[in-house]
């Protein structure tokens, strides 16, 4: 059985913030820092820890701080309303991530808004082999720049609060992004409420497990029906590539 623990983690700014732990019983093969959405977080976290400690992996999800607001009128000093209202939230992502570094390979997991501070985070928090995102908000209308480590995205084609009209855009400019649609699915359908759906939760988790296990552990590129490019483009890079060979973009 997994041990669970609640620990006191200390980001760069010298403040402290807490998280839930989950430990496998055997050796780890690596770790996986939750995000879950803000939706009755406190069982969405315990089930995933569960699932994901039983893979082999620890699992560690962070209690981050409220994003700072901007400064206001009053403010005596100017430059503090150009303050980077998520800095505080990386920094706690940051110190999540090294407090388990030294149990394997990372991988940044995120559900909702969750799943949009994960996909943000990917390009700037050091020491991640991968991230994964679902439903993810704030990602398709501001796509930003090329991922920095492989990316897996999941969406419900039905989602009323991700249109999938801008997940179809999203996917033309992001084709090293691996990004799948579940059609029928809603927000939120691997959530706790009713926009559960069975099928769709299994089946992006069976995908998720199998990028983790090919970043995180390290076991040969599995090929995913519907997969993106980058998730093909994952090969042996001691293997020469043919210049003929259209593989789709490196995975670096």
């Known amino acids: ?6 620990v006191r983690l200390t980001a760069s700014d010298g403040h402290t913030f807490q998280a839930f732990r989950a430990d496998p019983a055997e ?10 959405d803000c939706a009755n977080a406190a069982g969405k976290v315990r089930k995933l820890a569960g699932t994901f400690a039983a893979s082999g992996y620890v ?6 701080s409220p994003p700072v607001t901007t400064a206001t009128e009053t403010d005596s000093e100017p430059a503090a309303a150009a303050q980077d209202p998520a800095a505080a939230l990386l920094a706690e992502i940051q110190s999540t991530v090294d407090s388990v570094k030294d ?3 990372v991988a940044l997991v995120g559900f909702g808004g969750g799943g949009g501070l994960a996909y943000n985070a990917a390009n700037r928090v050091s020491g991640l082999a991968c991230a994964v995102s679902y439903y993810a908000t704030g990602v398709v209308d ?9 990316t897996l995205l999941h969406f419900g084609e039905a989602d009323a609060v991700v249109p999938f009209t801008d997940v179809s855009m999203f996917r033309a400019y992001h084709p090293e992004v691996s990004a799948f649609s579940y059609p029928g699915a809603s927000h939120a ?8 759906d069975e099928a769709a939760a299994a089946l992006a ?17 599995i090929t995913l029906k519907n997969a993106g490019a980058y998730a093909l483009a994952k090969t042996d890079k001691k293997k020469k590539k043919k210049a003929d060979d259209d593989m789709g973009p490196p995975a670096d």
């Open 189 to 196: 359908f691997d959530g706790e409420g009713e926009t559960y």
């Open 142 to 150: 501001a796509a930003g720049a090329k991922r920095k480590v492989p």
């Open 59 to 64: 699992v560690i999800a962070p209690e981050l």
């Open 103 to 105: 149990c394997g390979k």
């Open 1 to 6: 059985m997994p041990t669970e623990s609640t």
């Open 27 to 36: 050796t780890p093969k690596g770790a996986i820092v939750v995000l879950p």
């Open 205 to 221: 988790h069976e995908r998720t497990m199998a990028w983790i296990s090919q970043y995180v552990v390290g076991q040969p590129p």
